[in-house]
């Protein structure tokens, strides 16, 4: 029986030896400032990481009960404690502890307001229905739709019915944008930023009291997937995806005091270095923080969720609502947010600005992400 204990503590103090050295590995990697996928994937389960780092210093306590640790577990129970600090740093402004960073709007007149719903389908998704379903309880004035092939603009016929304003680019390699609106666009175009494969959009909506805001609509590529062009096991990294992030930032701050909101599905989540380079560059608050994750992705699994769906603005609005809508068949959950235009807010509080290193950062970024030479030509 002694023996018994002895291996069974052995084992356990092996286990939690070689998790603790997970844990800090998953901690550590993402400061490096590489592209590679499989150093940035770890900046996004930063709450899962967490979790399980405080269930490791709980499983060191419980053996110190039975036994003395060695200093080699003393020295991993340290690093765990301050790998747990760490992330629950980062991911502190994404709950309601921390303060607001977009004000509640106030207004009870809609004329200044605009909503937004956004939504990945996923191109297999079949649920039409469901959408238009959606799309009638929520009562949008703004839909941006990613992943859209040729078929859901076929399915969604008619919808133009009560959004004459349109942008149509569907594409077949899961990287299409629809852009129904019932506000006035000015100037709506498809641009290719980055890739000649992967397109973004750009136009003004003119408000219901005339005041003209300028909506950016993205969904560029996340690292992790196989490139279908190269040799198998090749894997794409976060490159392209910070240069057309990072693209459309600087281009927000070269407009000076234009009000602006950027939404879609950035494949990225809300607490990562680059998210928060984008956030800095373009002068653009986060109606997350002090409100909750809000993850909207994966709708298959309650485990491993990410914020990936965003709608970033510009100090000019106030916020009424975010909110995320039910699982309609696809892997994102859509997300409706309700912004209210405000001359007054935009002089309250100053943006988050870039220092010289931030705009030394996203320059590089953007270099290496066009570097490739696969700008469009359009």
């Known amino acids: ?17 070689t998790l603790s050295l997970a844990l800090i590995f998953a901690t550590l990697i993402p400061f490096h400032r590489g592209d590679a996928w499989w150093i940035r994937i770890f900046e996004f389960p930063r709450i899962q990481i967490a ?17 003395p640790m060695r200093r080699w577990e003393h020295l991993h129970a340290a690093l765990l404690g301050l790998g747990l600090i760490w992330q629950l740093v980062s991911i502190a402004p994404y709950t309601r502890l921390y303060p607001k960073e977009m004000a509640p709007s106030q207004a009870e007149n809609d004329a200044e307001r605009i909503s937004i719903l956004i939504f990945n389908v996923l191109a297999e998704n079949r649920e039409v229905e469901a959408l238009r379903t959606l799309i009638r309880d929520s009562d949008p004035d703004v839909i941006l739709l990613s992943e859209t092939t040729q078929w859901w603009l076929d399915q969604l016929e008619g919808l133009d019915a009560d959004y004459p304003y ?5 594409q077949e390699n899961n990287y299409g944008l629809l852009l129904y609106s019932r506000l006035e666009l000015e100037e ?16 003004r909506v003119r408000l219901r009291s005339g005041t003209v805001v300028t909506l950016y609509g993205v969904h560029p590529r ?3 997937i196989h490139r279908p062009e190269e040799e198998e096991g090749t894997r794409e990294d976060a490159k392209m ?3 057309e992030l990072l693209s459309v930032a600087k281009e927000v701050k070269r407009l000076g005091e234009v009000p602006v909101i950027v939404a879609g599905d950035f494949n990225d989540v809300a607490w990562s270095r680059s998210t928060r380079l984008f956030q800095r560059m373009g002068g653009l608050r986060d109606p997350r923080v002090g409100r909750g994750f809000i993850n909207t992705f994966d709708t298959r699994s309650r485990l491993m969720r990410f914020p990936l769906d965003h709608v970033f603005a510009t100090r000019h609005f106030l916020l009424v609502e975010l909110r995320r809508l039910p699982d309609i068949g696809s892997d994102h959950f859509p997300v409706l947010v309700i912004l209210d235009y405000s001359s007054e807010a935009a ?3 100053d943006a988050p600005q870039p220092d010289a290193a931030d ?20």
Do not use: W
């Open 359 to 378: 705009k030394k950062e996203a320059d590089e970024a953007i270099r290496k992400g066009k570097s490739n030479d696969c700008v469009s030509p359009h």
């Open 188 to 203: 709506p175009e498809v641009r290719f930023l980055v890739e000649a494969e992967i397109p973004s959009m750009r136009t």
């Open 51 to 67: 979790v399980l780092m405080a269930m490791a210093l709980g499983g060191y306590v419980a053996l110190r009960c039975f036994r």
């Open 241 to 243: 995806r910070n240069a």
């Open 347 to 349: 002089f309250k509080e």
């Open 1 to 17: 029986m002694k023996a018994e204990r002895g291996t069974l503590h052995f084992l356990c103090r092996l286990v939690l030896g």
């Open 166 to 170: 349109t942008l149509f680019q569907p």
């Open 222 to 224: 996340p690292p992790g």
